[in-house]
């Protein structure tokens, strides 16, 4: 009976170090990944690695210049959970009731998105809005929402959007990586019939399929039980769990046009989960898959190929 009692105590001692490493684990990767602070656990992934032509363009490229001499006008607004959010906005040179709103990439922030709004502002005459998202830049928010709560936000700068423009604004969304994931999130909401389209340039399906991916690529650990961990932690102390996070599940419902581009050689967001989202999508929706480009290199590397396919895809669900 001692011998039998002395190995309950040995085993079940063993299950709750077992289970207080696993929740010290997710917690060091919500703090890695979730949580507001300094990041540099990104820094020299090569999944990210980029040509030095590229490179050039995203860190000294003529956008920055252009992007530079704008006169963006500062817009805030206060989200559902009461944080100030703020964006950026720039009027285009003629009269317009056309806007396209961006969301930036992770621990990017809203001017970025000059990359691709310069060609809307100079070449389609559209208004550009481009927020910083929760978490980011100069928007209040203690931890990231990887799309999720982001998608309310966005919700409430396309209100803002019609409150200035009135009824008969069209808006398009596009987004980058999280800000891609962002704008599917967004689409699976109840939005007015002023959302005319969307661009998502190399999203992911979902949080915990991102995480699942990324958590073995990074760290040759398994998604279980780790992720499944961090996520409950996540759901503690930023409100959301990583299923729920589906951009998946909402572009399965939606009505709105998307078109999807990624670079065939991305190993950071993997090219098939926008085959995957493309595949589910229940709206009209178009996909350019781009050769030799990595993440978030589509429009770098294949300039005109992008902004041909994208106007394409805009001339046909935007008036002109």
């Known amino acids: ?33 979730i949580e507001r602070n300094v990041k540099d656990f990104l820094s020299g992934n090569q999944d990210l690695e980029v040509s030095a032509e590229t490179l050039d363009v995203l860190l000294d490229g003529d956008w920055r210049n252009w992007s530079d001499e704008q006169n963006y006008e500062n817009w805030n607004i ?27 990439g992770y621990l990017g922030k809203g001017k970025d ?66 800000g891609a994931s962002t704008m599917l999130m967004t689409s699976g909401e109840e939005l007015p019939s002023n959302v005319k389209a969307i661009v998502a340039d190399c999203p992911y399906t979902s949080v915990a399929d991102l995480f699942d991916y990324q958590i073995d690529r990074m ?25 729920e996070a589906s951009a998946l599940d909402q572009v399965q419902t939606t009505d709105i046009p998307i078109f999807y581009v990624h670079g065939k050689e991305d190993q950071f967001v993997p090219t098939e989960m926008t085959e995957t989202l493309y595949e589910k999508t229940s709206s009209p929706k178009e996909l350019l898959l ?31």
């Open 113 to 178: 998105m000059a990359l691709y709004g310069e060609h809307y502002v100079e070449q389609l005459g559209y208004h550009m809005l481009t927020p910083d998202l929760r978490g980011h830049g100069q928007s209040d928010g203690d931890y990231i929402g990887f799309g999720w709560h982001d998608r309310l936000d966005m919700m409430d700068w396309i209100d803002k959007v019609i409150e200035r423009f009135g009824d008969d604004v069209e808006i398009v969304l596009q987004g980058v990586s999280m």
């Open 1 to 33: 009976m001692k011998r039998k009692k002395k190995w309950i105590w040995i085993v079940s001692s063993i299950a709750i170090l077992l289970i207080i490493i696993n929740f010290a684990a997710a917690y060091f990767f919500y703090q890695l990944a």
């Open 219 to 243: 760290y040759n650990l398994p998604s279980f039980p780790f992720i499944p961990s961090t996520s409950l932690i996540t759901q503690m102390f930023a409100g959301y769990s990583f299923n």
């Open 290 to 320: 781009v050769d030799s480009a990595g993440h978030g290199e589509a429009f770098v590397t294949k300039e005109n190929l992008y902004i041909e396919k994208l106007n394409s895809f805009l001339n046909k669900y935007v008036d002109e």
């Open 78 to 104: 206060t989200s559902h959970d009461g944080l100030n959010l703020e964006g950026y906005f720039l009027r285009s040179k003629e009269p317009s009731n056309k806007v396209v709103i961006m969301a930036h």
